[in-house]
């Protein structure tokens, strides 16, 4: 893409993985031009690969072959400390603290493409195209319910919430984390694990709370990756 503009940052050093994931991210700061200063601050030690500002500017702050310092302490499928082996991408938006607000049209239309190229360059499975907080979900809550996964979905650039064939699997609180645990999620903080698997699937109620719903959905996303839908 040519439209990018390089705005780099010297937070980055050596990868040790290939890439085999996509972390997203909101900036969760009052505006964009404190976000971009903070990921070039040095004293910061955060940076992200690329940021997309709410008019859809792509930046481009850390070159793909190096690691970007973006999900910190960090798990999923086996993987921790998920910056070695990932691309992140930083959307700006003020967050939770700051005034949370659906991301714009133009970020969106920015991001599709951007993130289309990297899955492509790099053989990313969709079920490693994660949230910050599906990777750090006692710490997290980036990039939030507002953010359109389903739109991804229907991009083939992210797992798709599982709406069909759905049956409560009635597994025991402990049974639901093992599932999740398998599915990929860290659920050493249980309920902070709940709380980022309904982010991510069911983000109309963020209770925290199992219930028949959750556990249907689960079941659905682990039958469908067996089964080789999604990998
Ligand atoms: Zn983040």
């Not at 940021?51 to 930046?59: P, S, T, Y």
């Not at 249980?190 to 689960?218: M, N, V, Y």
Request: aromatic letters at 8%.
């Amino acid at each position: 893409m040519d439209d990018i503009i390089d705005s780099l940052s010297p937070n980055f050093d050596a990868r040790d993985q290939a890439i085999s994931m996509v972390v997203l991210h909101y900036t969760g700061m009052r505006d964009a031009e404190s976000a971009i200063a903070w990921l070039r601050n040095p004293e910061s030690r955060v940076s992200c690969h690329y940021l997309i500002a709410e008019d859809g500017q792509i930046l481009r702050m850390v070159a793909e072959e190096n690691r970007a310092w973006h999900a910190g302490l960090s798990y999923w499928r086996g993987i921790s400390a998920v910056n070695g082996c990932s691309v992140g991408i930083e959307i700006v938006n003020p967050g939770h603290e700051f005034g949370y607000r659906p991301f714009t049209e133009e970020q969106m239309d920015a991001l599709i493409p951007l993130l289309a190229g990297i899955v492509d360059r790099h053989q990313v499975p969709r079920a490693n195209v994660v949230g910050h907080s599906d990777v750090a979900p006692a710490r997290k809550q980036d990039p939030g319910e507002l953010f359109d996964w389903p739109r991804l979905a229907r991009h083939g650039l992210a797992v798709a919430r599982p709406s069909r064939d759905l049956v409560d699997p009635h597994w025991t609180d402990g049974g639901f984390l093992l599932a999740l645990e398998r599915y990929g999620y860290d659920v050493r903080s249980a309920r902070d694990a709940i709380i980022a698997f309904q982010r991510r699937f069911r983000p109309e109620t963020l209770d925290g709370i199992i219930d028949g719903e959750c556990r249907a959905i689960l079941l659905q996303l682990l039958l469908d990756r067996e089964r080789g839908h999604v990998i």
